[in-house]
């Protein structure tokens, strides 16, 4: 079974950076897209951003310019470089991994506070 591991959370002043990443536990054979999602108390989840098999990416609009989303398919990893970091993005992360001809694989979920 493949799980995917998160980690690079933790707490960053207002401006500051942080990276993520998402590790799969077992073999991916199939190809995949990234995608990362963040939802903060009383909010719903929300699509930060996301990179396909061919490298194509997208982001919200509220982190755009500010954050960037990558991939390393031999690692079998996603990250996520989030830069000038403020109090709004404060969030837990998930990431998932939309494996083609298998379905969505998610991670539990990482939390990233901004604050001084």
């Known amino acids: 079974q493949v799980q995917l591991v998160e980690s690079g959370g933790g707490l960053v002043q207002p401006g500051g950076s942080l990276t993520l990443s998402c590790a799969a536990s077992?073999?991916?054979?199939?190809?995949?897209?990234v995608a990362w999602y963040r939802q903060a108390p009383g909010k719903q989840r929300e699509l930060v951003a996301a990179i396909n098999s061919g490298g194509g990416t997208n982001f919200a609009d509220s982190v755009k310019g500010r954050f960037t989303v990558s991939r390393d398919n031999a690692k079998r990893t996603g990250y996520l470089q989030m830069n000038s970091l403020k109090s709004e993005d404060t969030a837990v992360y998930s990431c998932?991994?939309?494996?083609?001809?298998?379905?969505?694989?998610w991670g539990q979920g990482t939390q990233v506070t901004v604050s001084s």
């Open positions: 077992g073999r991916i054979t199939s190809i995949f897209d």
């Open positions: 998932s991994f939309y494996v083609y001809g298998l379905g969505s694989l």
